[in-house]
Each structure stands twice: as structure tokens, then as C-alpha cells.
């Protein structure tokens, strides 16, 4: 993890606390949550104000994630928003705080000048043990706290002032109004700053869980769809009236499911040819074969002239394994008549050609299942599943180690939107 580490491809462009002030204030978060303070004199946070140094510190890396639901944060300050969500057991994490911070921005910015604000992202589960307890998760609720008791105490203001205004000689009233100025001192006028946040409750829509090896929930109209390994407690056994469930790897349903509900974009040749995905595609399956039979080669010195040689020497090898020519074959198909005809193709193959389509809501959580079914494009399951990349990342060679990370600190890392509005057609927002 080492090399992750120094190349930013893992708990890169965090945020690092060391004024002893702010350090004072995560300590008197994680006081409130029972936990032991740190006396780290820096470490550096996420979005929700995950360390991983106090993780290391602590021996608990789901010292925020406690059962891995009800997930913790810590806010410290306004430019949290901007950093990553780095440890999750939901991918929708980073999407609720992303709302919770701009539906309450103001009174973030005005109470985060003082103190700190944390809580948790409250469902109606204390722990998932079943599907169903994944299911029956609609919407969450934000439990915000100060340290300080920023909040109360501008609670407390607000209500000393609604009295001092409806209340009939309520002005005369001396340890209302000296409690007030002693507030004020504290919170400064409420009136201009709000301190208390405005929006706690979101829903709880389409999601990844890294529970029970990973289960995917797409919500619809009618229907709920999960998709996980079968052997998930639950599984066709929660709600069968409602619910719709699919194996991992059953290829053919997946497949029928994503095209049925307009969540994947067919290959055309329009953008199949703009984006080079198809030139990205076999790249990664060829580089993973090679990896397989020759894992002491060293990718990062190979050149085309190198990679063609290896293709006909390997010849039956490439033949058997299926992947490469597939691919080439599909980019004359589309090259020459515009599309594919799918119908012809392997159902597991078909997730070779396919995306995300990028005007869809669930784009993310459509990408995240599909870089998961193409494990060789490493590229894409980086961007889209980190947790499932780092898993497979143990299992390389220390040769091919070097190559993936090489490969994504340079074409990823120096313009990640421009990458993604590439390969994958998508905006950013």
C-alpha cells in the first residue's frame, strides 16, 4: 500500500488539521462519540473528518463507520465539502454529505468559526445483519452536535428572544436579558449568522453497501433490484413481492436489467470512437493477460512494437482467453455499420462495450457494478470502486503493482474530470 500511498491513489488530497485549536476541537468530537482523544500533532481528514492516522492511532478503522451504519463525522470546516470520501461501507456517503453541506452551508460556516460540529448519519438500523436491513433503509437523518454547544446555545438565544418580543414585560425581566448578552457574547447575533442547520433529513436512494461482499440496490418506480452474491442472508427471502433479486453473476440478467431501465448506453459509433473506450478496453485485457502468463514483465518499458510481437507469439493463448479479439472484432462492427448487435455477443463480453449512460441519476452506482464485471480494466474500477481496486490491487505481482500505479498517476491523477468526461461522457456536478 506503500507505493498507493506516495502516489495519492490512496488517502490523497485529504486535509491536514495541525493548529493545535482544531486539534483541540476533534478531540472534543471524538470525546463525544467515547472515543480516546489523539495526541497526533497532524494528521489529515475527508470529507466527513475520517484520519487515518487516528484510525492507526486508535487500532479501529471504522472508529466513524461503528457496525459499518449510522456513519460519524466530524466538521471542522467549510472546505470539507471539496475533499473525497476516503472509508465507506455506503457509496451514497459522499452524496449526503455533499447535500448536508449545501442545504446548511451558512450555519456550517458560522458555527465551524467557534467549534466543531459532528453526529451521525441516523438510519432506523443499529446493525445490518440481512438484506431486509438494508432495505428498509429510505431516508437518514443528520444528528448534528457542537462541542461547545453552539447549537443549543443559539437555540437557547433564539427562544430567550421570541419572549423578550411576545412576552409583556418580559423586558424587565434582568437575568433574561443578562443571559441573553452572555449568549450573544458566545454566538454572536443569530439573527445575521444562523447557527442552527437548516436541512437533517435526506433520502436514502440507490446505493452500494459493502455489506455481505457487496450489494447493489437500484430503486424504481414499482420495483426495488438487488444485486449481490446469493449466499447474502435474505437473499430472495426479503420482500420477493417487492423486490427483485439478481446473482452477481448472472451476466444475462444484469445486463437485461441495466438496458431495460435506460441505465447503460449502447455502443454507437459516435461516441465509441471519441472516447478511445474500446482502444481503453483491450488495452486492460491484453496487459491483464499478459500479467497472468508473464508476471515478472515489466509494462512500464513496453512499447507497441513489444506488444505486437507478444500477440503473435501468444497467439492461442490470446485466442483461447477470448477477450482481445472480441474487442477488435466489435470495433470493426461498429466501425463499419455504426452499432453492435449485442444479442450476438457473450452475455459476460457485453459489459466490455457498454457504459453508464451519463445522463442517468444512478450513473456512479451503474459504473461502480459495471467496473466490477470487467475486473481487468482496472482504470475504471480505480475511479469507480476504490475498496473493490484496493482488494484486487493485493493480489497483483509486485511487476504489475508498479505498472497500475504508474498508469493511473499518470492518466488519471493529472485531470480526473477530463478523463471521466472522456471515457465515460460524464459531467461534472
Known amino acids: 500500500m506503500k507505493r498507493l500511498v506516495d502516489n495519492e491513489l490512496i488517502y490523497g488530497q485529504l486535509m491536514e488539521i495541525a493548529e493545535p485549536h482544531l486539534i483541540a476541537r476533534y478531540n472534543r468530537a471524538l470525546a463525544g462519540f467515547g472515543l ?16 487515518p492516522q487516528v484510525a492507526d492511532a486508535l487500532g479501529d478503522p471504522l472508529y466513524l463507520d461503528p457496525n459499518a451504519v449510522n456513519r460519524r463525522f466530524i466538521i471542522l470546516s467549510p472546505a470539507q465539502q ?23 452551508g451558512r450555519a456550517i460556516h458560522a458555527v465551524t468559526i467557534r467549534d466543531v460540529l459532528y453526529g451521525e448519519i441516523e438510519e432506523d438500523v443499529l446493525k445490518v445483519e440481512h438484506i431486509e436491513d438494508l432495505l428498509s433503509i429510505n431516508e437518514v437523518k443528520f444528528r448534528v452536535l457542537s462541542a461547545d454547544d453552539m447549537l443549543g446555545k443559539s437555540d437557547e438565544l433564539a427562544g430567550l428572544a421570541d419572549r423578550l418580543m411576545t412576552v409583556p414585560g418580559a423586558w424587565r425581566d434582568d437575568a433574561m436579558l443578562n443571559r441573553m448578552v452572555e449568549l450573544a457574547r458566545q ?3 443569530i439573527r445575521k449568522n444562523a447557527l442552527v442547520p437548516d436541512k437533517l433529513v435526506f433520502r436514502h436512494d440507490a446505493f452500494w453497501s459493502g455489506h455481505f461482499g457487496g450489494v447493489f440496490v437500484f430503486v424504481d418506480d ?28 448472472d451476466y444475462q440478467r444484469i445486463y437485461t436489467f441495466l438496458a431495460l431501465t435506460g441505465r447503460i448506453q449502447m455502443p454507437e459509433r459516435d461516441w465509441i470512437e471519441k472516447s478511445g473506450y474500446l482502444e481503453h478496453r483491450s488495452d486492460m485485457a491484453l496487459k491483464s ?7 515478472d514483465a515489466d509494462l512500464n518499458a513496453v512499447d507497441s512494437i513489444w506488444l505486437q510481437t507478444w500477440l503473435h507469439r501468444h497467439a492461442d493463448l490470446v485466442t483461447r482467453d477470448g477477450t482481445y479479439p472480441f474487442l477488435q472484432a466489435a470495433r470493426r462492427q461498429i466501425a463499419s455499420t455504426g ?11 457485453r459489459f466490455l462495450l ?47 503493482r508498479s505498472h497500475v500505479v504508474a498508469t493511473l498517476a499518470n492518466t488519471y491523477l493529472p485531470d480526473k474530470k477530463a478523463l471521466r468526461r472522456r471515457l465515460y461522457g460524464f459531467g461534472e456536478d
Open 36 to 51: 480516546p482523544a489523539t495526541d497526533l500533532p497532524a494528521f489529515s481528514i475527508d470529507m466527513t473528518g475520517f484520519s
Open 82 to 104: 471539496q475533499l473525497p470520501v476516503v472509508h465507506t461501507s455506503f457509496s451514497n456517503t459522499g452524496t449526503l454529505m455533499h447535500e448536508f453541506f449545501r442545504e446548511n
Open 187 to 189: 454566538t454572536g447575533d
Open 222 to 249: 414499482k420495483t426495488t433490484t438487488v444485486i449481490s452474491d446469493p449466499s447474502a442472508p435474505g437473499f430472495r427471502r426479503s420482500r420477493p413481492w417487492q423486490v427483485s433479486y439478481i446473482a452477481l453473476d
Open 289 to 295: 493477460l499478459i500479467d497472468q502468463y508473464e508476471p
Open 339 to 349: 452499432e453492435m448487435a449485442m444479442e450476438e455477443a457473450a452475455a459476460r463480453n
Open 354 to 400: 457498454v457504459r453508464a449512460r451519463p445522463d442517468h441519476p444512478d450513473r456512479w452506482l451503474t459504473s461502480q457494478l459495471i467496473s466490477r464485471l470487467v475486473p481487468a480494466d482496472f482504470v475504471s474500477r480505480f475511479v469507480f470502486d476504490k475498496q473493490g481496486f484496493y482488494d484486487h490491487y493485493e493480489t497483483f505481482g509486485e511487476s504489475f
